[in-house]
């Protein structure tokens, strides 16, 4: 028995390392069941691999054609899909063909636990797969003007009746409260600004930071400085900083960003959560929402692939 040599996963990866077993003119036969286990001094998993000795060279059985289903387009991984209300977001579910397999193939769309209310899914019902091939089809998400916000789970399933696969995607839906101005009809408006982000949503693993920005654009002559706070919308997470610079000016007819920072502790709480930065230059105030997702760090897998030698 060859032993596999060490590897290194990469982030959001795999990594694989060719285990060998070989057997001389007349090894003991039976059956046996043969440990393999993965260590970086901190986390150990394991895999077992079940070994038959057989008096004769045994016959691999076929394997019998299958499809795959994954998600493009969008974060990942985790896929999540970002919506806000009265908008609409897409992404493509990709179907590929695995030894020759060709089939036309069922597409369904469902929540897995709780509903979101005000948001419709559009999804074609059934694609035609060609044989060592695949085929593209459009996910659509829809929100109404008050959809209800939060972290779901959409379970997007292909099958033909006999073979059914699935692919997860989080859908983070958050919310937009500007504070307007007041505006008096009888008198000219004054000048004004926009708030909006470059990035609407943001993940990050505990013990690293994320960046993004906030953009202020002139509206009109505005050309004034502006100032920032930022609060969490619902509940707080513990072990996340925010920094953002507290002052931008924008030139008239222009505009403005101002670089923001989550720097997070490695035992940060982790979940969604929504930040609201509110830019404000005198009486003048308006706010955007941030969604940041604080994934825990992945588990790694060791998964056994044979190679079957006979001397």
Known sequence: ??????????????????????????????????????????????????VTIAGA???????????????????????????????????TVVLSSIDDYSSTVSLTAGWSGTTPTGVTVSLPGSVKL????????????????????GSYTLIVTASNGAVGRSTEIRVIIGSTVPVLAPVTPTVAPLPDFSLNPSTGTLSIIPGLSGETSVVVNSLGSF??????????????????????PQMVTPPAGGQAASPMEFTTTATASTGTYIAQVTATSGSVSHSTDITLVVNSPGPFLVVPIFNSTRD
């Not at 004034?224 to 919308?233: A, E, G, Y």
């Open 130 to 149: 060609p044989a060592d091939g695949s085929v593209h089809s459009t996910l659509t998400l829809t929100a109404d003007t008050s959809p209800s916000t």
């Open 1 to 50: 028995m060859t032993l596999p040599s060490p590897v290194t996963v990469p982030a959001d990866g795999s990594a694989s390392s060719v285990l060998t077993l070989t057997a001389d003119d007349s090894p003991s036969t039976g059956t046996y069941t043969l440990i393999i286990t993965a260590t970086n001094g901190v986390i150990s998993h394991s895999s077992d691999i079940v």
């Open 223 to 244: 050309s004034s400085p502006v100032t920032f706070s930022v609060s969490w919308f619902g509940n707080a997470p513990t072990g996340i900083a925010v920094n953002l």
């Open 57 to 91: 060279p045994s016959v691999l059985a076929p394997v019998a054609p299958d499809f795959s289903i994954s998600s493009t387009n969008i974060q990942s991984p985790p896929a999540v899909m970002s919506l806000a209300p009265a908008t609409s977001e897409s992404a």
